[in-house]
């Protein structure tokens, strides 16, 4: 089960850092799901799996789960990596603000449009895998 | 062990205050307490950038070492419940059970009570509000004085002073301003004369909080850990007071004790408590009593004392939302350096301009909750929502809007048997608002958004945190001159005994929008004060 949650952090944090995260977020990772104890259902542990073995999927898993409306297993999964990562003194600064040029609002505006064609697809992505026989 | 001349239940806001009267009286006082006391690891006494991008541990206090801190309430409710704050409601389910499919309180056992998270607001009540809430304007001006002195707080003399400091004169100046606050200050100047025409004024927030050294407490040093830690103990917290209290020979203070019920015999008052460590019953005994165990809780106490299961007693909440706003002009900025989490700005709705059934909204920035906190409230993937949020948050603010409150027939609690419950009881609450009075929220609200429009500070949307999320409540055993029973004299005595007080908000007849700590501060000392007359 460790190792499954080492894989885990490993592919969260990668998708959202645009890196390998730290060894030490990995291991934080590992113990507070280890310590959070949560159950997950049949449904959840197919999305997860699949997750897992199609990592470049994750953007669109997590857009998908961001309009479904709950906090799936898996999206509250690679939410306490997000955390876990904005606590890493070598991570601080991709979390706090940052002084922007004027023109910014623009990338801001392609990347809201892009999210919502990315949740667009995640949602009809998230649809099949759970639905799978 | 010669007998105490009081007991003291209860180590929060009024229970503190109580306790440091009775003991400048020169009497004897035992507090009784669960007191649970945080574990977390030792914030280092640095800013909030610095810690960020320096210290290893942060997680600890920023996520808590299990992380208890992530899955944590949203941003407008119980957010401030950081891990360092945690004790503040740990085994407050077990313990002090409620059962409620309506109404969600926030109870503490915490050594400091709510006064833990305390927002440090330190708002009066108007005269008519006092009177209104069987409280003695006369009284409660000279007792909001001694109260501002023990504590130290700081504010501005504006034009929302009447809203805000009321009598009190002895204050230091309030802490500086984010620019947050700066840029709905500028705003508010501009168009001042239009929004008081609509009844608004903007004002600063008086704050238990020191921006000069006072009484070996030191200054606010600016670093915005407010919800982590209070270095130099700059924000008053109850155990402030405690702690100096301890120091004391004629206070004792007995911790894990839960205070289940009471009764007067032979001239004195036995306190039977829980002990929460050793699981047995322990008895106390003084020769007068003062609960101090918030609304709820002291309310518990009675029920229990007079055995009266499934009596019904009042109970009041000022109703709240939030409403996050955002500045335009502030986006896109780097994060600030000399900041503050705390309330700097309040917005007043007073139509009729008489300082009576006045809304109230705190304005807060928003920096070191987090950006993850944020983050997950928008419907999108984690990535991208962390490059708009990241972008956007420093033109964040949150506006937290309470509204007065008064009893009905829909708003009450009882205590009901539960074999399954420690204490053999759980309470039980219903809170419903009428129509007429969703329908005055509604209309007070749409006002406060149209006025944040003007101050350039748009709201995005309401957010209902469900009823109890004020952490505000009052009204369970209410001042009455008639001795019915569960009811308070004007002096905070229980009527039906000769030597039972309730030093907190249990006595308040109506529930001001305004936030009520300053005022169960100054009611404690009172009933400290009405408790000593007639020793």
């Known amino acids: 089960m460790s190792k499954d949650l080492s894989i885990q952090a490993l592919i969260f944090g990668r998708y959202l850092l645009k890196k390998v995260p730290s060894k030490k977020s990995q291991d934080l990772y590992v113990h507070i799901i280890q310590a959070s104890d949560v159950a997950i259902t049949a449904k959840e542990l197919r999305l997860l799996s699949f997750?897992?073995?199609?990592?470049?999927?994750?953007?669109?898993?997590?857009?998908?789960?961001?309009?479904?409306?709950?906090?799936?297993?898996?999206?509250?999964?690679?939410?306490?990596?997000?955390?876990?990562?904005?606590?890493?003194?070598?991570?601080?600064?991709?979390?706090?603000?940052?002084?922007?040029?004027?023109?910014?609002?623009?990338?801001?505006?392609?990347?809201?449009?892009?999210?919502?064609?990315?949740?667009?697809?995640?949602?009809?992505?998230?649809?099949?895998?759970?639905?799978?026989? | 062990?010669?007998?105490?001349?009081?007991?003291?239940?209860?180590?929060?806001?009024?229970?503190?205050?109580?306790?440091?009267?009775?003991?400048?009286?020169?009497?004897?006082?035992?507090?009784?307490?669960?007191?649970?006391?945080?574990?977390?690891?030792?914030?280092?006494?640095?800013?909030?950038?610095?810690?960020?991008?320096?210290?290893?541990?942060?997680?600890?206090?920023?996520?808590?070492?299990?992380?208890?801190?992530?899955?944590?309430?949203?941003?407008?409710?119980?957010?401030?419940?950081?891990?360092?704050?945690?004790?503040?409601?740990s085994h407050s389910d077990e313990l002090s059970p409620i059962r409620s499919e309506n109404f969600s309180p926030v109870q503490s056992l915490g050594y400091g009570g709510l006064g833990i998270g305390w927002g440090l607001q330190c708002w009066t009540y108007s005269d008519s509000e006092l009177k209104e809430a069987g409280l003695n304007p006369q009284k409660m001006q000279a007792a909001y004085q001694t109260v501002?002195?023990?504590?130290?707080?700081?504010?501005?003399?504006?034009e929302a002073a009447h809203y805000t400091l009321g009598p009190v004169t002895n204050y230091q100046p309030s802490p500086d301003m984010d620019r947050n606050h700066q840029a709905i200050s500028k705003q508010?100047?501009?168009?001042?004369?239009?929004?008081?025409?609509?009844?608004?004024?903007?004002?600063?927030?008086?704050?238990a909080l020191l921006t000069e050294d006072f009484k070996g407490r030191k200054k606010y040093r600016y670093h915005d850990m407010d919800y982590y830690a209070n270095p130099g103990l700059s924000a008053w917290r109850p155990w402030v007071t405690v702690n100096e209290l301890r120091r004391n020979p004629h206070f004792i203070y007995i911790a894990n004790m839960l205070t289940l019920s009471f009764k007067e015999i032979n001239g004195m008052v036995e306190v039977t408590c829980f002990d929460t460590v050793?699981?047995?019953?322990?008895?106390?005994?003084?020769?007068?009593?003062?609960?101090?165990?918030?609304?709820?809780?002291?309310?518990?106490?009675?029920?229990?004392s007079r055995a009266a299961y499934d009596t019904k007693l009042p109970l009041l909440c000022?109703?709240?939302?939030?409403?996050?706003?955002?500045?335009?002009?502030?986006?896109?900025?780097?994060p600030e350096a000399h900041k503050l989490g705390y309330a700097q700005l309040s917005l007043f709705l007073d139509e009729d301009h008489s300082n009576f059934d006045v809304s109230v909204a705190s304005l807060y920035s928003y920096q070191?909750?987090?950006?993850?906190?944020?983050?997950?409230?928008?419907?999108?993937?984690?990535?991208?929502?962390k490059s708009i949020m990241r972008y956007l948050s420093t033109g964040l603010v949150i506006m937290g809007v309470h509204h007065p409150d008064r009893s009905s027939a829909k708003k009450y609690l009882s205590l009901t048997r539960d074999k399954a419950a420690v204490t053999g009881d759980v309470l039980t609450l219903e809170y419903s608002l009428n129509q007429k009075e969703k329908a005055e929220i509604k209309r007070r609200e749409n006002k406060f958004v149209k006025a944040m429009r003007q101050l350039r500070a748009y709201p995005l949307k309401r957010i209902d945190p469900g009823n109890g999320a004020s952490i505000h409540y009052a009204g369970t055993l209410p001042f009455s001159s008639s001795k019915k029973d569960f009811s308070l004299s004007p002096a905070g005595r229980l009527h039906g005994t000769r030597s039972v007080y309730v030093a907190d908000s249990s006595g308040f007849t109506y529930l001001p929008a305004r936030g009520l700590t300053f005022t169960l501060l100054a009611n404690a000392h009172l009933t400290a004060v009405e408790a000593l007359k007639h020793d």
């Open chain 2, 1 to 89: 062990m010669a007998l105490a001349d009081y007991i003291v239940v209860g180590s929060g806001c009024s229970g503190a205050m109580a306790a440091q009267t009775l003991i400048e009286a020169g009497k004897s006082v035992v507090m009784l307490d669960v007191g649970n006391e945080g574990t977390t690891a030792e914030v280092p006494d640095k800013d909030f950038l610095s810690i960020r991008r320096q210290e290893k541990d942060q997680y600890r206090y920023f996520i808590g070492k299990d992380g208890e801190g992530i899955a944590g309430e949203s941003i407008g409710k119980g957010a401030q419940v950081t891990p360092p704050r945690m004790h503040m409601v």
């Open chain 2, 278 to 304: 050793k699981k047995v019953e322990v008895v106390h005994k003084a020769r007068k009593l003062i609960l101090a165990a918030s609304a709820l809780n002291s309310a518990r106490i009675v029920l229990r």
């Open chain 2, 318 to 334: 000022n109703p709240y939302t939030y409403i996050p706003c955002l500045q335009p002009s502030l986006f896109g900025k780097g």
């Open chain 2, 368 to 385: 070191s909750l987090m950006l993850f906190r944020i983050v997950q409230q928008a419907p999108l993937n984690f990535v991208d929502a």
């Open chain 1, 51 to 133: 997750t897992v073995r199609h990592p470049r999927l994750v953007g669109f898993i997590d857009s998908g789960l961001a309009i479904s409306g709950s906090m799936s297993e898996v999206r509250r999964r690679i939410y306490v990596m997000l955390a876990v990562l904005e606590c890493q003194p070598e991570y601080a600064d991709k979390f706090l603000a940052k002084d922007q040029p004027w023109w910014y609002v623009f990338y801001i505006l392609y990347v809201g449009l892009r999210s919502a064609i990315k949740a667009t697809l995640g949602f009809i992505l998230v649809k099949m895998v759970v639905s799978w026989p």
């Open chain 2, 148 to 158: 501002a002195e023990r504590i130290g707080i700081s504010g501005t003399n504006d």
């Open chain 2, 188 to 207: 508010y100047e501009g168009k001042k004369a239009g929004l008081k025409k609509k009844g608004f004024t903007l004002g600063r927030t008086p704050l």
